[in-house]
């Protein structure tokens, strides 16, 4: 930014200079130009070539140019041209070919012009709408103010050229938010008799799809306004939204571009806010940013077409200047609560997604794709591929921008090409600089980069709180992952296609982070020297030379250096491998070594990638510190014969603080030679050194020099170089001090023989530009340093350019330095200067001397003075005063300065504590007070980090922390703490999240889980600064998964318990978002509510917030209550009920009736009990005041804020209780395994029936949840300001609905009981029962159809989805549960097929004939010849059971249901073909689980009259379990009603034969299918207690507990007690399971 304002200064100069000799009474603009043109020869044959040279040429014709460039000449470069014509065009027309001028890019000149002169004509009433937009939103009244305005045209006569885009934009947006309330008017969630609002007025129907629905007084004007300004069919932009709806400030604040995130404000805003006009301003603030990015590229055209090298290079650097500031505004938006107008929340982002939704199929989307410097720079780097979605959706949108910005990409894409050029004139300056602005647009840490990162966060968040996508339609839900990882992936490849033609990329962009393929440059080392008077230097400042490389860097900026191992750990290696002869022998290469030495290629522009010798990989390999990985690869070459190695793999620490040739060193004098040598085989080809060797990640250091230079030719580094001690392993009793490997090749120790400077080898270098540690814009904001040590590198840089530019008296620049001593005060002499100028003050800590240095204010000099040694945080506090009012917002009456700290993790501890004292001796009443005050500085970005640390062993002894554990700690209660768990390591962030500079969300929308793949995908795996800081915040390892000794179903559980316990983690933490806000945070930050930062979305201007608060509210409860909390109780809880079912059944078929827990009937009798319904109407109630009875909601305010704090209030304890079940269940599998079983099955019976029985209190918990919601009620006269009008309010509904008569009537006594379902009366379901749930969750499964093609179409899906729709989380992962469910189906369809419906005792043919002749419909059939029974089947004894059931005429009933059973003749034909005994086995004992009943003296449930003939007889004919013989198995989801259904006999009942589906075909069937209906039972008398904890032990309380078993008779002392298990003598006890008897363990 620096070199782009002397570039306008020295601009301006020149101009004025000119402008002096322009004659009196010409046009001066014109004089200029027409003196700078030159005649065409001039410009194209200015060198000819030699005669010798024309001699050689075979074509003589390429002496001449060619018209294309005689033509450019002739007219001017096309982009210049382009830019002209708008400029002289654009002011008389209104730009309505679209915005574009040299001075403003694609701005607009004049922000208030166009809104000004639509103010000024009939067109105002528009205007004065959007002013009322808010209002009328929140009231509820928007589309009556819509339908009331008077139809005003917009043709020329009417609305003058100059108001257009005032117009479009204010008409758009007019249309675009009366669509959005009439998609959700309260009829789209929870609703009872919805009705429509039909405005009475003319609608603009006839316009085309776009204005269906739309009054005509908006919808014509729109579209006449819409086809002056070239829009063939009305709709709106991106740019429409924010660039051309803002309001400049102050239009003279010009630097370095007007259009500000400070300078500007939001027009006409839809729903006010604080959201929304944060997220527009900030995209409007971004497209800002490259106001003079057009005039930049149109000069390097001219420049290009002129052949003038030195020109083009000033303007790549002036754009490269200019992207390297955008990604600063990206971080106006801020997703940190405690950041005040820049907060955008992206769970609120759904809201105005939903918004700006097209207006129909056809139309452009409203998307980020639009935005100018996407389109202009993908036509500078002259774009090829389009190929991947982001890229096709870009190219599409590019054909509906405005015309003068086409024409200008166009002008840049097909002419002259600059890539091409660079690449053509092999100037490596050139080359360098244009690599640079391909890194800062497209590289790993470029804008690109940093938009998906930003995207990332805020969609992660969004994605699991109701959004679906980004609005580029990025992210859709038919992705192989999660949305926001789908989102990143697509951004991904679109990156690639921009690079891929300069660079070959094998792995993705934000892979690339902290690998050397960041290091694009070749420096060499020019000079070391002392900056201190240390003799040892431990802190150096080393010089680099980077003549013509093309680097250019900024204050804050850091460089990347790919070190070189010393040569003493290069001969370590080599003679302890024996390599001495082999240095300059060539080595195969690994995939990483082959991209390493293709990208030495690429940086030296050379097309053949060198070899690698052996030299090469000791030099450039990693060969310090051992990692447990090297460690391994040493120990499984040398067969585990090295004592040494076991002892480094027996460590308590990793990594060991020694090197490879230390260990090898050792392992060589104990090992067998022939071991030896075998492992490291020296007549081969040496392919095992490349796998042994891994390539060295570069290290990052703060670059220490500002220079005025317009390419620096030398970079300073202050390298403090990093000591350890050898570890005792290698070094015994001696003390031995080695070097960090990137330290000690910059900075070695002194007169060692790696001090001298070869000055011949190149080092790759690599600059990067941290985000969150840059100058402020403001040159004249008060700025403090804190640095530790070496941490004084970046400030330096930071002094030199602050004193470089023009003295402010208001600006202060304050250093507060920590260092040892005396001999290590860094600069000392640079710094006394500034401070006797007066620029500067220095305050100085030593901690280990007592010669200490004071400012004098008056002097302005350092004075010694004695003091006892202190730390910095000690100085901290003695500055305590000036420290806090630098703290301090402006807005908190401090000074509003921005504070710097550098240094180790110790320093930046140091330094704040220090802040908090000084901030509680001087500002706050209490600690908590001072942290929110240090965390707002952090949320507005005044507070910046630079710390860094040589990674420090961590401990590997310190207890593992469980799954169940991490999930427990979401700190989303106040005061609770939020631990993340990162590739096996556990992490307590909760003091951190505060000041994490990606914001607070993204952090807790990961919480008490596993966020490993985020943080690869966040590119902070390799960051060396993310490392640094989560040493700090260690606390343990993960437990790694338990050893199942081989048994692949508890292996298989395991898997699948987790990832639901992650499920119910994610579903917990992501509904808190909306939850803290609907009730009712604070928003001036300093409110003891958890989530600060939060809008009042209840009240806006003392009226109730409808449009946001009450939609909130409704939207959210609409979505748990029609979506059925689906991410926990859906297909993936049904997934884990029926492989538990099935495995359960399975193990105890033998010989058993098993019973188990109706898990998914108990759900679904939850969600359709009288307590689920009343709740329903109440939440009817609360959308009823979105559409119609908006006005009615002030009889009802304070009862909808109480209804719906209330609501949420349980919400949340509903999800602690859930995550809580789950988490024992976690817990209860290494109490299984820790058993003293025999066999793995009796592992199974116990652990699944725990989980079954846990599941069963999951749902028997959401009975609760829904009977203690149904006792809140939205009407609440008594809370009301008017009780007396709210209850009149309420009795005239009550007429009006006609409930009040209802009320009236009287009520009949000795009504008949409620149907109570079999399943209800016995307490269980058969393993047929749970298969029918599955069979109806699969077939009510949502199908997941074809994905939209265009961008419109997404927009429109997305547009349409109502507020019940699960977000794309839970959509997400019930769709992978209902795959995985089909799939087990299929994969088992035998053994389910065996487990279906087993008879308990045999049946003779004349039974099974009696009880088939009892069917009403089936006389016909009777008429038939009977098949003949088997001649081996033996007559027993019919059971009580079934003679009860055909004795009492249960098994008639009307014949008209479809049953999908298979046909009973072919049945019976099978029992006569069949020639054998059926299968039967008679149980010896009935299986139930702890609180179920049974009926005395049978084991089995009471017989209930079932609904119809077709389930009845289902349900019989299931327990014949008879199948054909030789028939193809059915599908196992055959078991899922009746087993067999009636052919012939179907077709005389009118039921229509079917199959069995798995979801794969199910959802192309038609008609209806059986479902068993429950009356209403007794209401489960469950009571909870929130927040208790069940004791650790519960799996063995459960196994204990009242004498039941978990799988077998009923509890000790009832029925079936005589049954009772075997007991096992001493302490521990088990029962028998159908002859099984599992080890007394329990």
Known sequence: MFVLSRHISTHKLSVCSQMSQIPRGVDAEEWLRMRERKSINEVLYRNFPSVKEIEHLKNIDTLTASDHDLLAVALGAPARQVMIRAEEIGPATGWKDGYLSAEHGFCPPDYNESPGALANSPGRIWSDLCERIPGCVARGKLRESVAALPLVQGTEDVIPDKALWAAVVALGMICSIYRYEDKNDGNAGVTVNPTKYRPDCEMGDELGEEMVGIPLCVALPYWQISRRMGRAIPHLTFPDQASYNMKIRDPTSTYPYVGRFDNMDMRWPVFGERTEIAFQKGCADTSASFQHGPDAIAAAQEHVMNRNNEGLLRELIRLKEILERMPNAFHTINTNPNSGDNYVPGHQWVRWGKFSAPLSKRCPASSGLQFPPFLVMDAFLRRKKYDSFLGAEGLHLRAWMPSNLRAFIAAVELHYSIPDYVKQSGDPRLMGVFEGILEIYCGSRGFLSTHSFKVFGILEVASKSGRTETNGGSGAADGDGRPWEETHRQFNESMKERILPYRDLAVE????????????????????????????????????????TGITFQPGDRLAVMPFNSWSE?????????????????????????????????????????????????????LAPITKELALKIHDMLRASSNTVLQVLATEEWPVRASLGDLLQCAVTETNPHIWDRAFDLSGDLS???????????????????????????????????????????????????????????????????????????????????????????????????????????????????????????????????????????????????????????????????RGLVYDQRTHDLVEKEMPPRYIDALIVEQGATISELVMSKRQGGLGGYLYVCGSVSVFDSVM????????????????????????????????????????????????????????????RPDSRMWIAVHGSVYDVTDFCPMHPGGTLIIKSNAGVDCSKTFDNLAHTNNPEVSSLLTKYFIGHLTPKPDFHGSQDLSDMYDMWSSYLRTTVETLVAHQFEMYEIMGASDDGTSNEFLRGSENVWSRENFVNIGLGVRMFYDYQSRLLQGGFSALFGPKLHELVLKLSFALADVSSTGTDTRLPDVLGTIARAKTSSDAV?????????????????????????????????????????????????????????????????????????????????????????????????QYKVYQPTLEKNPARARWNLLRRRVFDGSFFTLTAETVLGAAPAYVSNQQAAGGVDFDGVMKRIQDSLRNAPQLGPAPQSLNAMHLARATTPPTEMNAMARHENSTAVRAMSSFIDKNKRAIRRLSKMPSVPLTFEQIQAAVEQQDGLMGMMNRRPPTPPS???????????????????????????????SMERMMSGLQNRG??????????????????????????????????????????????????????????????????MGRMGTGLGIRPGRSMSVRSVSSVGGNHPHYQAGQGQQTNMTTTHGKKLSSNSLRSFMLGSGNSVIGGGSNGGPGSSRSSSVSRGRNTMPAFGGIRVAPTF
């Open 509 to 548: 962009p934000h892979e690339m982070r902290g690998t050397f393929e960041e290091c694009r440059y070749k420096a060499r080392l020019a000079n070391r020297s002392f900056v201190d008077a240390d003799p040892n230097r431990s802190i150096a400042m080393v010089t680099l030379d980077i003549q013509n």
């Open 570 to 622: 290069c001969a370590k290696v080599a003679a302890a491998l024996g390599l001495g002869d082999y240095l300059d022998h060539r080595v195969p290469l690994t995939p990483t070594w082959k991209r390493f030495s293709q990208h030495l290629a690429s940086i030296s522009h050379t097309a053949q990638p060198p070899d690698l010798t052996v030299k090469d990989i000791l030099r450039r390999g990693h």
């Open 688 to 850: 095992w050194l490349t796998d042994l060797i891994a390539v060295e990640v570069p290290r990052t250091y703060s670059i220490s020099t500002y220079s005025n230079e317009l390419l620096p030719s030398t970079v300073d580094l202050t390298i403090s170089r990093a000591e350890y001690k050898l570890c005792s392993t290698f070094a015994g009793d001696k003390d031995v001090t080695s070097a960090g490997v990137g330290s000690g090749f910059l900075n070695p120790f002194v007169n060692s023989s790696d001090e001298m400077i070869e000055t011949d080898e190149e080092i790759l270098v690599g600059v990067s530009r941290p985000l969150n540690f840059q100058l402020p814009l403001d040159r004249a904001a008060p700025c403090a340093f804190f640095a530790g040590g070496s941490g004084i590198a970046p400030f330096r840089s930071f002094w030199q350019a602050r004193m470089s530019a023009h003295h402010n008296p208001a600006r202060r620049d304050i250093l507060y330095l920590g260092v040892q001593s005396r001999e290590k005060f860094c600069y000392e002499d640079e710094l006394r200067d500034y401070i006797e100028a007066g620029l500067m003050e220095v305050h100085l800590a030593f901690s280990r001397d007592s």
């Open 913 to 972: 504590n220090g802040i908090r004292k000084a901030l509680y001796n001087h500002c706050s009443a209490t600690i908590e007070t001072a942290d929110i005050i240090i965390s707002k500085a952090f949320a507005e970005r005044r507070f910046m980090l630079d710390v860094f640390m040589t990674p420090k062993p961590l401990p590997c002894n310190l207890p593992t922390i469980s799954l169940s554990q991490l999930g427990r700690h979401t700190g989303h």
């Open 1174 to 1270: 009343a709740t329903s109407q109440e939440v009817a109630l609360v959308g009823r005041f979105l559409g119609e009875n908006s006005s009615n909601i002030r009889f009802a305010e304070k009862g909808v804020f109480n209804y719906a704090a209330k609501s949420v209030q349980l919400d949340i304890e509903f999800l602690e209780d859930i995550r809580e079940e789950a988490c024992h269940g976690m817990d209860a599998f290494e109490s299984v395994m820790a058993m003293d079983a025999q066999t793995d099955d009796e592992r199974v019976i116990v652990l699944f029936s725990f989980l079954m029985h846990t599941l069963e209190r999951m749902a028997k918990r959401l009975q609760v949840f829904y009977n203690k919601l149904a």
């Open 1432 to 1462: 081996s089947t033996n007559e027993s004894q019919m059971s009580a059971f079934m003679k009860s059931q055909m004795a009492n005429g249960s098994l008639h009933g009307p014949a008209s249901s479809v049953s999908r059973a298979s």
């Open 1476 to 1541: 054998r005994p059926m299968n039967s086995r008679i149980p010896s004992q009935p299986v139930s689980f702890p609180g179920m009943q049974s009926i005395p003296g049978s084991g089995r449930s009471p017989p209930t009259p079932p609904l119809d003939a077709t389930t009845a007889l289902g349900a019989m004919m299931g327990k014949l379990n008879v199948r054909r013989s030789g028939s193809v198995p059915p599908s196992p989801a055959m078991s899922l009603g009746a087993v067999s259904e």
